[in-house]
């Protein structure tokens, strides 16, 4: 079936230092998956960080990126320095294009992300 | 930007209890989605609709109806909860099928004593 694999948490990086959290996708009914980083900040919903719907591509936002790459089905999220303000959760999912059937995404387990001062 | 509301935010019941819990979104959006979030889970999806008076099964339905009043009211309905009803409970809303960005509420913290 349709999986995303992504780093356990929780993950704990210093201010200023880089981040990478991994994220891998298998995608057996679906064959030009979508793919996205959704972020949760304490005491909030879950907001769209960023999104690639064309392998190859990248997409980034708020200094985070992340590169859909089909040949090793992965879509890690990289930032080269975080701040305090990052510490949240952050989900990998992967969902269906536009035009296809069902509207589901599929999560990952999310990883909290703490950034220490 | 979409706005959706979910009430309450936390609440305590125990087993065999009665629980509704509210979503409301203010963007006309046809899609609402009801998730769960468990430790060591993604959030999965218990059930969905695209339009009043539609809903669809998700993948973890048991235990669990929903019903959609009108476009902008979703209720998920818990009517003998069980301890493994105990999670974060997110719903969510889109635009269409062919839009996969999906908004997403605060959430409601539920704990079934």
């Known amino acids: 079936g349709d999986s995303v694999t992504q780093t356990e948490g929780p993950v704990t990086v210093s201010e200023s230092e880089s981040l990478i959290i991994n994220c891998t996708y298998s995608?057996?009914?679906?064959?030009?998956?979508?793919l996205f980083w959704y972020v949760r900040y304490p005491g909030e919903g879950l907001q769209l960080l960023l999104k690639?719907?064309?392998?190859?591509q990248k997409g980034s936002s708020r200094g985070f990126e992340a590169t859909y790459n089909k040949e090793t089905t992965s879509f890690h999220l990289q930032k080269a320095s975080v701040q305090e303000s990052d510490s949240a959760v952050y989900y990998c999912?992967?969902?269906?294009?536009?035009?296809?059937?069902?509207?589901?995404?599929?999560f990952g387990i999310g990883t909290l992300l703490s950034v220490k001062p | 930007e979409a706005a959706v509301t979910q009430s309450p935010r936390n609440k305590v019941t125990v087993t065999g209890g009665n629980v509704t819990l509210s979503c409301r979104q203010t963007?006309?959006?046809?899609?609402m989605y009801w998730y769960r979030q468990d430790t060591g889970h993604g959030l999965r999806l218990i059930h969905y609709?695209?339009?009043?008076?539609?809903?669809q099964i998700g993948d973890v339905p048991d235990g669990y109806k929903a019903t959609r009043t009108t476009q902008e009211d979703f209720f998920l309905l818990l009517e003998l909860a069980s301890p493994s009803q105990t999670s974060l409970y997110f719903c969510?809303?889109?635009?269409?099928?062919?839009?996969?960005?999906?908004?997403f509420g605060p959430g409601t913290r539920l704990t079934v004593l």
């Open positions: 969510a809303s889109s635009v269409d099928r062919g839009r996969r960005e999906q908004y």
């Open positions: 995608a057996t009914s679906i064959a030009y998956p979508n």
């Open positions: 690639v719907i064309t392998a190859g």
């Open positions: 999912a992967l969902g269906a294009p536009p035009g296809s059937s069902g509207n589901k995404l599929i």
């Open positions: 963007n006309s959006h046809n899609y």
């Open positions: 609709s695209y339009g009043a008076g539609n809903l």
